[in-house]
């Protein structure tokens, strides 16, 4: 009964390979996200979804690619990976789209790139 | 762009020490928020704040916001070896217009050890 829930956990790849991660949340929260952490522990949004509409799309390189299918699902797929897109990747979401979303994270996916 | 900084970044404690972390926002927040991530694990949500001058305790934590909302404290009295992670604030920009998105930006966190 996880209420955000990742796959894969662990993720080991070459440079120049194509890999996604899933997120599914059984919240019937409106809005999802992506963040990433950096081996220095900070906490960056990349992506957020309102109701499968993109709101939020920050400074990320365009090998990036959110999709989300409906309001339950946002998958991350990544085009030929970069050593420094190594990280942990966080699902997250919330209840409203605005005000005061307190954000249920998911148990991360750590990307590792060779 | 809107930027929450924490300091200190490192805390090393013996159990039994009080602990305080503290969080400034470049912008005035509408609220500010605390997470609590454990070694390999994810940041769980702890509290919101919203008032100016907001005081709540959740058992030894004691979280404050401060009269502007640009900055906002977590103290832990007497730690615990259960209270190691990292503390991340978090903090919601204020916006004039009623309705709208405004993005959650997470402070730099203070990564708390507990010495036996």
């Known amino acids: 009964d996880t209420a955000v829930s990742q796959t894969p956990k662990y993720l080991v790849t070459q440079m120049g390979n194509d890999k996604s991660i899933k997120c599914e949340q059984n919240?019937?929260?409106?809005?999802m996200y992506w963040y990433k952490q950096d081996s220095k522990k900070f906490l960056k949004i990349m992506f957020s979804?309102?109701?499968?509409?993109?709101?939020i799309n920050e400074t990320v390189p365009n090998r990036f690619s959110p999709k989300s299918p409906d309001k339950a699902h946002l998958n991350l797929h990544i085009n030929s990976l970069e050593l420094g897109d190594s990280a942990v990747y966080f699902c997250a979401s919330s209840l409203e789209g605005y005000g005061a979303n307190v954000l249920t994270f998911g148990a991360g996916s750590r990307l590792t790139v060779l | 762009g809107q930027q929450v900084m924490q300091i200190p970044q490192y805390q090393h404690v013996q159990e039994g020490e009080d602990f305080t972390t503290y969080c400034n926002s470049s912008?005035?927040?509408?609220?500010i928020q605390w997470y609590k991530q454990r070694p390999g694990g994810h940041p769980v949500f702890l509290i919101q704040l919203v008032k100016s001058g907001e005081v709540k305790k959740q058992k030894r934590l004691t979280f404050q916001f401060g009269e502007a909302k640009k900055n906002s404290s977590l103290h832990i009295t007497a730690t615990q070896t259960t209270d190691v992670g990292t503390y991340f604030c978090a903090g919601e920009r204020s916006s004039g217009n009623s309705g709208g998105y405004q993005k959650v930006t997470f402070g730099t966190g203070t990564k708390l050890q507990v010495i036996p």
């Open positions: 912008t005035t927040l509408s609220n």
């Open positions: 979804y309102n109701n499968k509409e993109l709101i």
């Open positions: 919240l019937g929260h409106d809005t």
